[in-house]
């Protein structure tokens, strides 16, 4: 069992940076790929990005490439997302997931759950 928690999440303004952390505890290794998703209110739950404990092997959706930035502190089991420029799009709630001995940008490929941030950006 892996156990997430995510904090950092907040009311900014567009144009403005947060940066989100998802702690993990329990049984942590570098078998997993880490990812973050994000669901708008009516909307399915998107995929975002994701990392590889093990490397530095990132993958971003299209619409953050060059905004969000995730990286990974082992040492300290908790992986970041970086969101600059930040527009009223992006406003969700951001979980973080594990996905053991795979990948992948579907939600029903990750075996882990936090129980999510809540980002608010104003226009």
């Known amino acids: 069992q892996v156990q997430l928690v995510e904090s950092g999440g907040g009311l900014v303004q567009a144009g403005d940076s947060l940066r989100l952390s998802c702690a993990a505890s329990?049984?942590?290794?570098?078998?997993?790929?880490m990812a973050w998703f994000r669901q708008a209110p009516g909307r399915e739950r998107e995929f975002v990005a994701r990392i590889r404990w093990s490397g530095d092997s990132t993958y971003y959706r299209d619409s953050v490439k060059g905004r969000f930035t995730i990286s990974r502190d082992n040492a300290k089991n908790t992986v970041y997302l970086q969101m600059n420029s930040l527009k009223p799009q992006d406003t969700a709630v951001y979980y973080c997931?594990?996905?053991?001995?795979?990948?992948?940008?579907?939600?029903?490929?990750?075996?882990?759950w936090g129980q999510g941030t809540q980002v608010t950006v104003s226009s």
């Open positions: 329990g049984r942590t290794s570098s078998s997993y790929t």
């Open positions: 997931a594990a996905n053991y001995m795979g990948s992948g940008s579907y939600a029903s490929q990750y075996d882990y």
